[in-house]
Antibody, heavy 118, light 111 residues
Framework: QVQLMQSGAEVRKPGASVKISCKASGYTFTSYSIHWVRQAPGHGLQWMGWIHGGNGDTKYSQTFKDRLTIVSDASASTAYLELSSLTSEDTAVYFCARAMSTSPFDPWGLGTLVTVSS | QSVLTQPPSVSGAPGQRVTISCTGS?????????VHWYQQLPGTAPKLLIY???NRPSGVPDRFSGSKSGTSASLAITGLQAEDETDYYC???????????FGGGTRLTVL
């Protein structure tokens, strides 16, 4: 079955960067996009950006454009999110999800908790 | 401030029907983009509940239904059950932002 396996929890100090991964299985990685969505504690869902698993095209939310990098390794069926210049407001669970074009996000990974604290 | 507006909370008694609204604008729902709904149980990832306005994925009970009209969409849940008590989010695409947007989420309480 289609699965997205995310890397483990991370703790970073303010000003640092974090890179988390999302390994796909059960489908052809290059035929779909991977989206990244985050959820701060007690808050709603916030779309961050996406990468096409086949050609590597990316699109970022303007909210994160200067700090966010999404890359993929098709040979490993894995997408990566890197967020720089972290502040306490970046403390959140980061989810990856599969989609195609404007189709719904399905399935989702279990999420990776990133904690930013001095 | 979310681009799509949902009520923060709704409630209903077991067996009743509730609806959750999702109000957008001419650059997202009103532009003809599909609306999707997700259910998120505490401490878990969101799960697709309704896609393309009014379609249920396999395994989702027919107690859940979706609709869309103009710049708004709605999720209806009939025959409320205790297990329905959780958070629900709507989603669409916004061509002004060139990205996907979510509603702020609605907490459903089963009385």
């Amino acid at each position: 079955q289609v699965q997205l396996m995310q890397s483990g929890a991370e703790v970073r100090k303010p000003g640092a960067s974090v890179k988390i991964s999302c390994k796909a299985s059960g489908y052809t990685f290059t035929s779909y996009s991977i989206h990244w969505v985050r959820q701060a504690p007690g808050h709603g869902l916030q779309w961050m950006g996406w990468i096409h698993g086949g050609n590597g095209d990316t699109k970022y939310s303007q909210t994160f454009k200067d700090r966010l990098t999404i890359v993929s390794d098709a040979s490993a069926s894995t997408a990566y999110l890197e967020l720089s210049s972290l502040t306490s407001e970046d403390t959140a669970v980061y989810f990856c999800a599969r989609a195609m074009s404007t189709s719904p996000f399905d399935p989702w990974g279990l999420g990776t908790l990133v904690t930013v604290s001095s | 401030q979310s681009v799509l507006t949902q009520p923060p909370s709704v409630s209903g008694a077991p067996g009743q029907r509730v609806t959750i609204s999702c109000t957008g604008s001419g650059s997202n729902i009103g532009a003809g983009y599909e609306v999707h709904w997700y259910q998120q149980l505490p401490g878990t990832a969101p799960k697709l509940l309704i896609y393309d306005n009014d379609n249920r994925p396999s395994g989702v009970p027919d107690r859940f239904s979706g609709s869309k009209s103009g710049t708004s969409a709605s999720l209806a849940i009939t025959g409320l059950q205790a297990e329905d008590e959780t958070d629900y989010y709507c989603q669409s695409y916004d061509n002004r932002l060139s990205g996907w947007v979510f509603g702020g989420g609605t907490r459903l309480t089963v009385l």
